[in-house]
T-cell receptor, first 113, second 115 residues
Framework: AQSVTQPDIHITVSEGASLELRCNYS??????LFWYVQSPGQGLQLLLK??????LVQGIKGFEAEFKRSQSSFNLRKPSVHWSDAAEYFC???????????FGGGTRLMVKP | EAGVVQSPRYKIIEKKQPVAFWCNPI?????LYWYLQNLGQGPELLIR????????DSQLPKDRFSAERLKGVDSTLKIQPAELGDSAVYLC?????????????FGPGTRLTVL
């Protein structure tokens, strides 16, 4: 069975500081990995995805993530956080057999001025 | 281009009452999903449609939940009767196809409160 763990439920960073959100997955084959962002009252928006190839993927809004197979991780990073980045972030894993995504529990990001 | 539309956005009902949620996917998207999102958790798939056909409904509690997607476009998710534990956000998503590489686009969700 596939699963995703996001160890940090809440993270607070100062505006302008760097950010790293952790994601660990369990999947029996080559995973497809995703990061979504959810602002209050909004649906989930895709930030970036990894299917194959370069293990460092770039996404929207200045985010990037690195796939590390040996650590079963897909951590999300941003070099300089903006106040508008405050939201909930979800990591998800899926496989190429079908579009069933398994989401992690989410990390709520708060940004201090 | 319009995104996934859901209504109502909020619904408050008393337990044992019925409730229905409506979803209009992005035009041309054959695949439609209903997810349940409990407070502080990630979404969990309830049911997936390929056009009119429900192809994955293993997580749908069929004793009280039902769904339909007539004509392969709009979809309705119903709960009858609602229980206190059904309080959650119900998300609808759609994609061009069922393969994982087809991005899922999410609607804003319906927040259900059962009193």
């Amino acid at each position: 069975a596939q699963s995703v763990t996001q160890p940090d439920i809440h993270i607070t960073v100062s505006e302008g500081a760097s950010l790293e959100l952790r994601c660990n997955y369990s999947y029996g084959a080559t995973p497809y990995l995703f990061w979504y962002v959810q602002s209050p009252g909004q649906g989930l928006q895709l930030l970036l995805k990894y299917f194959s190839g370069d293990t460092l993927v770039q996404g929207i809004k200045g985010f990037e993530a690195e796939f590390k197979r040996s650590q079963s991780s897909f951590n999300l990073r941003k070099p300089s956080v903006h106040w508008s980045d405050a939201a909930e972030y979800f990591c998800a894993v899926g496989g190429n057999a079908g579009n069933m995504l398994t989401f992690g529990g989410g990390t709520r990001l708060m940004v201090k001025p | 281009e319009a995104g996934v539309v859901q209504s109502p956005r909020y619904k408050i009902i008393e337990k044992k009452q019925p409730v229905a949620f409506w979803c209009n996917p992005i035009s041309g998207h054959n695949t439609l999903y209903w997810y349940l999102q409990n407070l502080g958790q990630g979404p969990e798939l309830l049911i997936r449609y390929e056009n009119e056909e429900a192809v994955d409904d293993s997580q749908l509690p069929k004793d009280r939940f039902s769904a339909e997607r007539l004509k392969g476009v709009d979809s309705t998710l119903k709960i009858q009767p609602a229980e206190l534990g059904d309080s959650a956000v119900y998300l609808c998503a759609s994609s061009l196809g069922y393969r994982t590489y087809n991005e899922q686009f999410f609607g804003p969700g319906t927040r259900l409160t059962v009193l």
